[in-house]
């Protein structure tokens, strides 16, 4: 049974940083695109940053310069490195497979998912 599960989110000041985790079993998935969503509260889950086999990287423009995406596909593991956090972060934030192979914005485009875990920014 393929599950992606995160982790590393929290609770945390504005400015602050975090490292979210997202740990694939059941499935290699170092020759997949693998991507980050988020979603507040009452808007819809929109794409945070994405990362491809070869480790070419595409971001929101809302993140781009404070979020780092990377993977290890020696731990089947792909990150999300969020620095100089703002409220408006606030979100749960979810990884999932592109099985398309691409990068897409497109929730549709991706097949797996994680439950999610909460990043709450305090002003």
């Known amino acids: 049974q393929v599950q992606l599960a995160e982790s590393g989110g929290g609770l945390v000041e504005s400015g602050g940083s975090l490292r979210l985790s997202c740990a694939a079993s059941g499935r290699t998935f170092s020759s997949d695109t693998m991507a980050w969503f988020r979603q507040a509260p009452g808007k819809q889950r929109e794409l945070v940053a994405g990362?491809?086999?070869?480790?070419?990287?595409n971001y929101a423009d809302s993140v781009k310069g404070r979020f780092t995406i990377s993977r290890d596909n020696a731990k089947n593991t792909v990150y999300l490195q969020a620095n100089s956090l703002k409220p408006e972060d606030t979100a749960v934030y979810y990884c999932?497979?592109?099985?398309?192979?691409?990068?897409?914005?497109?929730?549709?485009?991706?097949?797996?998912w994680g439950q999610g875990t909460q990043v709450t920014v305090s002003s």
């Open positions: 990362i491809t086999s070869g480790g070419n990287t």
């Open positions: 999932a497979r592109s099985r398309t192979g691409t990068i897409s914005a497109w929730r549709h485009h991706y097949d797996y």
